[in-house]
């Protein structure tokens, strides 16, 4: 199953690693890790995860206030956005029309 992000996706994703990063050396590669366990997890199992929207489902990150909320297209996985759980989490939701 091959994964996709969109645009603005990827660049939350980079925003956070940049952030922690500038936390403490060290802890952005740990989110990146975190991030990445749970995409092989969404790969694993795609249904498993909440359903957010009638389209929509959501991977919570472990250790880290994120969330991966993806859109399973049976043979990819669009992650729609990756989110911080305790900022206004639901911005994303327009963001599946661009996919």
């Known amino acids: 199953m091959s994964v996709r992000f969109l645009r603005v996706a990827q660049a939350e994703l980079g925003e956070a690693v940049r952030h922690y990063e500038s936390q403490s050396p060290g802890l952005g590669a740990d989110f990146l890790l975190e991030v990445t366990a749970a995409l092989d997890r969404v790969i694993e199992f795609p249904?498993?995860?909440?359903?957010?929207?009638t389209e929509l489902r959501r991977c919570r990150v472990g250790r880290f206030p994120y969330a991966l909320v993806f859109i399973d297209e049976g043979d990819e996985i669009l992650i729609v956005a990756v989110t911080h759980l305790h900022r206004r989490p639901r911005t994303w939701r327009e963001r599946i029309r661009e996919k």
């Open 47 to 53: 249904a498993a995860w909440q359903s957010v929207d």
